[in-house]
């Protein structure tokens, strides 16, 4: 039994020893704190005649003694210590101001991209007829100007100029409007339309008509004669009319609320509200592309006057005062044509009226 208790303290031993080796002092401190505290209670008649007397000045040798290792033990962890605090304050002072230009830069990343987040919340995808119609509503309200890139406008001189100009007028307020459309002069972009067109669909269209090279030209030639009748009857609008020598599978509008930008497919189309980088993309887009293309001179349009209905020999004299002439072959049938498609334009979208 009695053999069994010293292998215990033994280990007991054997376990402390190594933590007693590598601190020493404290360890020491820690024995010398004991044996005070032993010594402070013990019996004063065990030191002799003058017991209190050696009492006390044991305990306050051994408490002396105790602060002083105490104090060692002290200052050499702060030595230990002051290496690596060195270490560690230098590498992340010298580190702090690349990690402070990292944290603006992800201030700036994230702030470019919430924009970027609310900016394409407001690029709308149209899915109906309907959406469309209402969103070209929408953008015709209240309008200032209107830009337009497209094919030939069909549906511009339908809806779109004709419900300006007349809101305009009710209102007594200055119209800008700008369009670029299909140059009628040069045949290889008409007849690439017209097979453009007659490839998405063969048969005629709400119209009933097919699409040619011919209908191409014709309705070309259309939309600038309407920009001219127009001009003429309202003092307010500055209309510009711009032919391109290429063609497009997109439709823009432009107004100062929105753009809208469609395609063949009447179920499908963008929207986007003013203010927006997208906006501002195709307003950049559209004004530049008209830049390019070959100008309609429609500061002409005093010097040849057209009637309520035009007659052949205005839309004939109208085309060869802008140094646009119109095809030899055009008989008055031709002409008669093109008036009727300028100014009783059928909407090519025109949805169908419930019984």
Known sequence: MRGETMGRVGAALRRVAPWAAQNADGA?????????????????????DEGEKIQNQLVSAATLVILALVATALLRD????????ATITSGALSELPVRLARLEQI?????????????LQLVRVLASPLEIAQAHRDARSGTTRWSFKGGTG??????????????????????????EIIDPTNNEVCEAYAHYRRSLADAPDVTGETWTTDRVRKESFATILAAFWHRQRYGLLDIGVGLSSTMTTFRWDLSASRVIMTIEDPNRAMTALAGTFYYESCDTELRLSLEQARRVPLESYKHVPLSDEPTVEEVQELFRGIELPLPRTYNDRDIVDIARKALRAKDPYELPQRT
């Open 28 to 48: 020491i401190a820690l024995g010398l704190a004991i044996t005070v505290g032993i010594l402070g209670i013990m019996p004063e008649e065990i030191f002799g």
């Open 154 to 179: 069909t549906f511009l001189r339908a809806v779109t100029l004709p419900e300006c100009v007349v809101a305009a007028r009710k209102d007594k307020r200055h119209l800008t409007v700008r369009i």
């Open 107 to 119: 201030e700036t990343l994230v702030t470019g991209t919430r924009r970027a987040l609310d900016e």
């Open 78 to 85: 702060r030595l230990r210590q002051a290496p690596v605090e």
